[in-house]
């Protein structure tokens, strides 16, 4: 009993999926797909998913045309919230513009169709790479942007190579 008793319910998960490919449609369009190494499913003390060895996932356009991407090395998802964090090293990369955001952590508030982050960001496109202090956007990457943009470097690849 000893043994039995060491392991407490709420340190252990419901579920755990190893390899996870998630595939999420609506009327047969793709809209998402999310790759994990593990999920693991908790039910006590609050319900929420963890992806504790990061999570990749890829967001659709009409005729399956790819939007953006979003990959981070831990997440977790509260189900009674509606909402998802990603932490550590995370990376937006919007393929319609060729933006390619960087983050601490962002969180997905589903209800609210709303992405953002209150941490240092850093944009980069082509050439030009901005700094911030935070980032929002809806949740379909149509209008996303730096908050207190810090600044904006610029640079020619021919002219650093003189």
């Given at each position: 009993m000893e043994k039995v008793a060491f392991f407490d319910r709420k340190a252990l998960p419901s579920q755990s999926v190893r390899q996870a490919h998630?595939?999420?449609?609506?009327?047969?369009?793709?809209q998402v797909l999310l790759d994990a190494?593990?999920?693991?499913v908790y039910q006590l003390p609050e319900a929420k998913t963890i992806y504790p060895q990061g999570v990749a996932m890829d967001f659709y356009g009409s005729h399956r045309s790819l939007n953006a991407s979003v990959s981070a090395r831990y997440a977790?998802?509260?189900?009674?919230?509606?909402?998802?964090?990603a932490r550590d090293s995370v990376v937006i990369v919007d393929h319609r513009t060729g933006d390619t955001v960087y983050l601490l952590s962002l969180v997905w508030d589903a209800a609210e169709h709303r992405l953002f982050?209150?941490?240092?960001?850093?944009?980069v496109n082509g050439q030009r790479v901005t700094y911030g202090d935070g980032f929002e956007s809806d949740d379909n990457f149509e209008s996303p942007q730096i908050i207190r943009q810090r600044g904006t470097?610029?640079?020619?690849?021919?002219?650093?190579?003189?």
């Open positions: 998630v595939v999420r449609s609506s009327d047969g369009d793709l190494p593990q999920i693991d977790v998802s509260y189900d009674s919230k509606d909402v998802m964090e982050s209150h941490d240092s960001v850093r944009s470097i610029e640079w020619n690849e021919d002219e650093t190579t003189q």
